[in-house]
């Protein structure tokens, strides 16, 4: 599961990048162990949203099947894990716990509880507890995230993270990996703050971290119309005096979604800056 944000690997990569290690014991076991295999192993989409996981869950989290089989496509940079270890496997009627523990990938190590229930005849996935999430957090600041921000803005999204009540944070992990509208705002309102610091970019220089994402989306965009390097630096300088960290970080919590202020000054830029 891969979330718009770049951050989104912190809480949520490979949430269910699974393939299972072990099994044996009861029958029951064999299953619950099969069927948290069966979400990661062949990349089984249909699997995944369809016949390894609740409809209960499935609708929680994504909304629809549509919706789970778009955001659990497959993309280039997924680095789920290569394996899991399902442990103390505990059965209840029709329904279970089971502890996974992920080897390789983003969040290696990461671990924590798994809940299952019986639906249709088969063992599937219906919740992932808190543990589970509030591990991911840690191990993908550890890996993921240090190579994206600098180390105290990892800190800061670490603590911002390990700040929430355990409903906030499985809210802001379930719309983060389903992709949904809202997604991207309910975690960069939780982290805008460290995002937003002075020196937070991974460049040499004083910018954001948000900032840094801003301009080069502004870069990228002059580059397809043909803009020289020189008219892209003269415009992405101008904004740096015209646009304000406050109006970038409001941007960025509003799913990406610009104020009619904000273009008008993208705008003004431009046209101030001519030539190719």
């Known amino acids: 599961m891969q979330p718009r944000h770049p951050l989104l690997a912190i809480c949520a990569a490979a949430l269910f990048g699974l393939a299972a290690c072990g099994g044996g014991g009861s029958s029951a076991e064999k299953d619950i162990t099969d069927a948290v295999k069966r979400a990661e192993v062949g990349k089984d989409v249909k699997a995944r949203c369809e016949e390894v996981t609740t409809k209960g869950f499935v609708r929680r989290v994504y909304g629809s099947v549509a919706e789970c089989r778009k955001a659990e496509k497959a993309e280039p940079d997924d680095k789920p894990p290569t394996g899991v270890r399902v442990t103390n496997v505990k059965v209840d009627g029709d329904q279970a716990t089971a502890t996974v523990r992920e080897e390789g990938g983003d969040t290696d190590g990461a671990q924590g509880t798994f809940e299952l229930r ?70 960069t309102r939780v982290i805008a703050p460290c995002l937003s610091e002075a020196g937070s970019g991974t460049g040499s220089g004083s910018a954001s971290f948000l900032r840094e994402k801003f ?12 803009s020289s390097r020189a008219t ?30 904000l273009t008008r000054k993208v705008a003004d830029a431009i046209r101030a800056c001519p030539g190719k």
């Not at 301009?215 to 043909?226: F, H, M, P, V, W």
């Open 232 to 261: 892209i630096g003269c415009i992405n300088g101008r904004l740096r005096s015209s646009i304000s960290e406050k109006e970038i970080q409001r941007t960025a919590t509003n799913g990406g979604k610009t104020t009619p202020e």
């Open 215 to 226: 301009e080069e989306g502004i870069a990228s965009s002059l580059r397809k119309s043909g």
């Open 118 to 187: 019986k639906e249709d005849g088969g063992w599937r996935i219906d919740d992932l507890g808190v543990d589970y999430l509030r591990s991911q957090v840690n191990k993908g600041l550890d890996s993921g995230g240090s190579a994206t921000l600098a180390p105290k803005v990892s800190e800061c999204a670490r603590k911002a993270l390990t700040d929430l009540s355990d409903a906030e944070l499985k809210r802001v992990a379930y719309t983060s990996i389903s992709e949904r509208a809202s997604s991207d705002g309910d975690l």
